[in-house]
């Protein structure tokens, strides 16, 4: 059989390869399906030798992924996503508690302390809701429990209003919670998101009002005392790290892993100032630290742990169900942030900050103003058409995006690079648990 030379250009770009060591798999990139191969096909991938002379591939292996190709198609191509606000950030309370030293929104204020009025407040889920089968509010701030009484008003306007259904989320620092308000939450099925980030981060990023002592045992002790509580609502973890914490990344997550059943999800700081902001170097290290966590937990065939990590875990939800155009986030989109003044803003991140308003509780939603993020999440512009994510992703975080560029449309190297890791990791434990637990992929 004669051999073919490694041409970049050739029928093999559909292809991603990838391993954990013991496995082999190929993700057909245009329909996100994977398929298992033998090691050799697997290392056809390379374009060098380890000689640094050009690799050759037998013929037959292209022509298998050439017929693997056909048959599975070219997949959907990029399509413009509806406006569709099924979601928003109901920002009750811009202030808070602590002083969270990478806080985006300042000291939780947004730059000014305000509380939203019940009025304005069911106004803006009344006209964004109207006419829509389903409809989601998360509980946001600052501390979205220091105005718990609108957050009892907007549920209660909520389940009167029959022609839409509503769920609902919070999140809080958990330093105000008790046993009335874990009550309420649990009666009305709202689920809620603790901000901690692990003894050691917490104690360096999560500061009380004085900005001297630290909430981490606070929290902690919070959590413990209405762990059953917390557990019967769901309760999932949101870690942030800065880039003063990046060191204790690792044992933040196996730490919280390890205290809590709660599902996990983290979050880097992206921020203007450089002193919390993750940059390029510190990337590498999260990646690091999340690829060891991941490894060991693969290892120690612990998958269900493993798919705590809410993060890997969602990856691997998209790869088994074969999903493709998937949006990172769907800002502007599906989803919006509406401040204590009834402004609309693109996200929460861009709650108070004038170029990203999209709109307002009076005058409703600029949707010609959006059409432009609308138009870049569909568009098939560099560098994402030459990236294996585009269809995973479609563009970035708008507010990293910013940050980095100072454009909304240029993607953030920072936010590709740790995304790129965690898809990684997630093709690799994929392997693994569908070689060990198959079934356990049906739960995602």
Same mark, same amino acid.
């Given at each position: 059989?004669?051999?073919?030379?490694?041409?970049?250009?050739?029928?093999?770009?559909?292809?991603?390869?990838?391993?954990?060591?013991?496995?082999?798999?190929?993700?057909?990139?245009?329909?996100?399906?994977?398929?298992?191969?033998?090691?050799?096909?697997?290392?056809?991938?390379?374009?060098?030798?380890?000689?640094?002379?050009?690799?050759?591939?037998?013929?037959?292996?292209?022509?298998?992924?050439?017929?693997?190709?056909?048959?599975?198609?070219?997949?959907?191509?990029?399509?413009?996503?509806?406006?569709?606000?099924?979601?928003?950030?109901?920002?009750?309370?811009?202030?808070?508690?602590?002083?969270?030293?990478?806080?985006?929104?300042? %000291?939780?204020?947004? +730059?000014?302390? @305000?509380?939203?009025?019940?009025? !304005?407040?069911?106004?803006? #889920?009344? /006209?964004?809701?109207?006419?829509?089968?389903?409809?989601?509010?998360?509980?946001?701030?600052?501390?979205?429990?220091?105005?718990?009484?609108?957050?009892?008003?907007?549920?209660?306007?909520?389940?009167?209003?029959?022609?839409?259904?509503?769920?609902?989320?919070?999140?809080?620092?958990?330093?105000?919670?008790?046993?009335?308000?874990?009550?309420?939450?649990?009666?009305?099925?709202?689920?809620?998101?603790?901000?901690?980030?692990?003894?050691?981060?917490?104690?360096?990023?999560?500061?009380?009002?004085?900005?001297?002592?630290?909430?981490?045992?606070?929290?902690?002790?919070?959590?413990?005392?209405?762990?059953?509580?917390?557990?019967?609502?769901?309760?999932?973890?949101?870690?942030?790290?800065?880039?003063?914490?990046?060191?204790?990344?690792? %044992?933040?997550?196996? +730490?919280?892993? @390890?205290?809590?059943?709660?599902? !996990?999800?983290?979050?880097? #700081?992206? /921020?203007?100032?450089?002193?919390?902001?993750?940059?390029?170097?510190?990337?590498?290290?999260?990646?690091?630290?999340?690829?060891?966590?991941?490894?060991?937990?693969?290892?120690?065939?612990?998958?269900?742990?493993?798919?705590?990590?809410?993060?890997?875990?969602?990856?691997?939800?998209?790869?088994?169900?074969?999903?493709?155009?998937?949006?990172?986030?769907?800002?502007?989109?599906?989803?919006?942030?509406?401040?204590?003044?009834?402004?609309?803003?693109?996200?929460?991140?861009?709650?108070?900050?004038?170029?990203?308003?999209?709109?307002?509780?009076?005058?409703?939603?600029?949707?010609?103003?959006?059409?432009?993020?609308?138009?870049?999440?569909?568009?098939?512009?560099?560098?994402?058409?030459?990236?294996?994510?585009?269809?995973?992703?479609?563009?970035?975080?708008?507010?990293?995006?910013?940050?980095?560029?100072?454009?909304?449309?240029?993607?953030? #190297?920072?936010?590709?690079?740790?995304?790129?890791?965690?898809?990684?990791?997630?093709?690799?434990?994929?392997?693994?648990?569908?070689?060990?637990?198959?079934?356990?992929?049906?739960?995602?």
């Amino acid at each position: 059989m004669q051999d073919k030379l490694w041409n970049p250009g050739s029928q093999l770009l559909p292809w991603k390869p990838f391993s954990n060591g013991k496995q082999y798999g190929l993700l057909h990139l245009p329909t996100s399906t994977i398929i298992q191969v033998e090691k050799s096909i697997f290392e056809s991938f390379e374009p060098m030798e380890p000689s640094g002379v050009p690799r050759t591939i037998p013929l037959e292996v292209a022509s298998f992924l050439q017929r693997a190709h056909e048959a599975l198609g070219p997949g959907t191509p990029l399509t413009k996503e509806p406006i569709n606000i099924v979601s928003i950030a109901l920002n009750v309370e811009e202030s808070c508690n602590l002083r969270c030293t990478y806080c985006y929104a300042g %000291d939780g204020n947004y +730059g000014h302390d @305000s509380t939203m009025h019940s009025d !304005l407040a069911i106004k803006a #889920v009344e /006209s964004l809701s109207k006419g829509k089968k389903r409809f989601h509010i998360a509980f946001f701030g600052g501390e979205p429990l220091l105005n718990f009484p609108l957050i009892k008003e907007v549920v209660a306007w909520c389940e009167q209003n029959k022609e839409t259904s509503y769920t609902f989320g919070m999140t809080t620092n958990a330093t105000l919670l008790n046993s009335t308000q874990l009550k309420f939450l649990k009666d009305h099925a709202i689920s809620i998101k603790i901000s901690y980030d692990g003894d050691k981060a917490q104690a360096k990023q999560r500061l009380l009002m004085d900005k001297k002592q630290n909430a981490a045992a606070l929290v902690k002790k919070k959590m413990i005392k209405f762990k059953d509580e917390l557990e019967e609502l769901n309760m999932s973890i949101r870690a942030t790290i800065s880039k003063n914490a990046v060191h204790d990344f690792a %044992d933040s997550i196996e +730490g919280i892993l @390890s205290d809590f059943s709660a599902k !996990l999800s983290y979050s880097k #700081v992206a /921020s203007s100032d450089i002193s919390q902001s993750i940059d390029e170097q510190d990337v590498e290290l999260l990646g690091d630290a999340l690829s060891k966590t991941v490894h060991s937990l693969i290892e120690k065939k612990d998958f269900k742990k493993l798919l705590r990590i809410t993060n890997i875990a969602a990856s691997l939800r998209i790869i088994h169900r074969g999903y493709v155009n998937r949006m990172t986030c769907g800002a502007g989109i599906g989803y919006m942030s509406v401040s204590t003044k009834g402004e609309y803003f693109l996200c929460h991140r861009f709650t108070e900050s004038a170029e990203e308003k999209i709109g307002d509780v009076r005058s409703g939603l600029d949707l010609k103003k959006l059409e432009q993020f609308q138009d870049y999440r569909s568009g098939n512009h560099a560098p994402c058409n030459t990236c294996w994510m585009q269809k995973y992703c479609r563009g970035g975080c708008f507010q990293e995006n910013k940050l980095k560029h100072g454009s909304w449309f240029e993607p953030s #190297v920072i936010f590709c690079r740790l995304q790129e890791i965690e898809l990684s990791l997630a093709l690799e434990a994929y392997l693994a648990i569908n070689a060990e637990d198959p079934k356990l992929l049906e739960s995602l």
